[in-house]
Antibody, heavy 116, light 107 residues
């Protein structure tokens, strides 16, 4: 079964750093782009960026360029989303998804809460 | 950047009724790159339709997509209880913009 499994919920303070993960299985992880999607509480879906694990080619949405960093380690079939300095406005659910054309396989989501 | 506008914001319908959801793009979008997703409360989104009219694996045939250029439609022929959810369109080529969503609620 093709699946993406994300790391668990996080509670952080403003200014802290964070790296969350998304591990793929059941398919050739290196051969598909992985996208990240933000969903703030009660709001819609926002595309953040995509990364190709095969060569780490990365594209960012203009709204998120410079705010987050995408990375991947193809040897362990894992993609990452990281922040160097969290803000309260980063509180949201974050999803990773495989881009097989459209986003055809989704992770279960990682809830990130940033509060002092 | 292309903006996708979904309407209506909320659709109130009864089980068994049909639903028509609209997604309008600010510029022409290749039909090869328009997708629809369903999101039930507390769940990750699920791909329903890609390339405007192709059903994803395992999606019932009561879901259909159509459209071209700037106007796309998701049609649910007969609403089942599990279809009451939020639906999003997305351009899945180039900039991967999502629409704002349409909530289909029980009347």
């Amino acid at each position: 079964e093709e699946q993406l499994v994300q790391s668990g919920a996080e509670v952080k303070k403003p200014g802290e750093s964070l790296k969350i993960s998304c591990q793929g299985s059941g398919y050739s992880f290196s051969s598909y782009w992985i996208g990240w999607v933000r969903q703030m509480p009660g709001k819609g879906l926002e595309w953040m960026g995509i990364i190709y694990p095969g060569d780490s080619d990365t594209r960012y949405s203009p709204s998120f360029q410079g705010q987050v960093t995408l990375s991947a380690d193809k040897s362990i079939s894992t993609a990452y989303l990281q922040w160097s300095s969290l803000k309260a406005s980063d509180t949201a659910m974050y999803y990773c998804a495989r881009k097989g054309g459209a986003f055809d396989v989704w992770g279960q989501g990682t809830m990130v809460t940033v509060s002092s | 950047e292309i903006v996708l506008t979904q309407s209506p914001g909320t659709l109130s319908l009864s089980p068994g009724e049909g639903a028509t959801l609209s997604c309008r793009a600010s510029q022409s979008v290749s039909a090869s790159y328009l997708a629809w997703y369903q999101q039930r409360p507390g769940h990750a989104p699920r791909l329903l339709i890609y390339a405007a009219s192709s059903r994803a694996t395992g999606i019932p045939d009561r879901f259909s997509g159509s459209g071209s250029g700037t106007d796309f439609t998701l049609t649910i022929s007969r609403l089942e209880p599990e279809d009451f959810a939020v639906y999003y369109c997305q351009r899945h080529g180039g900039s991967l913009t999502f629409g704002g969503g349409t909530r289909v609620e029980i009347k």
